[in-house]
């Protein structure tokens, strides 16, 4: 799960070069890591949105800030956490201004089953979305940062520019609402198996 944050220091100490290349307008540096990144960030954004095109949104914008700010980058945390802390700022945004939008589009952006096997697990992701979906945005981002992403704490409050207790009290305060939530999601759907089982 902890794949953008915990790839070696060889993979970290590759992206440090790929940043001072593209800091000297490098467009093969800048190519390889945007690929480097795109695929899981687009699945992190993705588990946030339910909608594709908001998440090559926020990708799209942070490498752009990427481009055009490598000279900042300094080195005094981990590439990762440099660049998703642009992406948190251009996510946060985004989140805010499509919500309702994204609410109405979540049914059709979800993946058709295939077989009966994968309903189960399909309809699990389905409760844990539509109770993530009803956090605040901050405690949903953190949420996903600590346990889809694997940061810590302390990078998640520099991803997020904010005190390490406030990351530990959204977490807090993001598990306690999912434990309430995803029982009441889960039974519309055990009463309604019970029933068409019953009028069979």
Not at 61 to 90: E, H, M, N
Request: aromatic share 8%; with cysteine.
């Amino acid at each position: 799960m902890a794949e953008l944050n915990v790839r070696g220091m060889g993979g970290a100490a590759r992206e440090v070069e790929l940043i001072a290349r593209i800091a000297e307008g490098d467009r093969k540096a800048f190519e390889e890591l945007y690929n480097l990144y795109h695929r899981r960030m687009a699945r992190f954004l993705t588990r946030l949105t339910h909608r594709y095109d908001i998440a090559e949104e926020v990708i799209n914008d942070t490498f752009w800030v990427v481009w055009r700010k490598a000279r900042t980058f300094r080195g005094d945390s981990q590439p990762s956490t440099w660049i998703l802390g642009i992406a948190y700022r251009k996510a946060r945004n985004a989140f805010r201004a499509s919500a309702r939008l994204a609410e109405k589009n979540l049914e059709a952006t979800e993946l058709p089953l295939t077989t009966e096997a994968s309903s189960g697990a399909e309809e699990l992701r389905d409760w844990l979305g539509q109770a993530l979906a009803q956090l605040p945005v901050e405690q949903r981002l953190a949420v996903e940062l600590c346990y889809e992403l694997g940061h810590s704490c302390e990078e998640i409050s520099v991803i997020m520019s904010c005190p390490v207790n406030t990351v530990k009290t959204r977490l807090f305060h993001a598990r306690a609402k999912l434990q309430k939530l995803l029982p009441l999601l889960a039974q519309p759907t055990a009463a309604g198996r019970a029933a068409r089982t019953e009028g069979a």
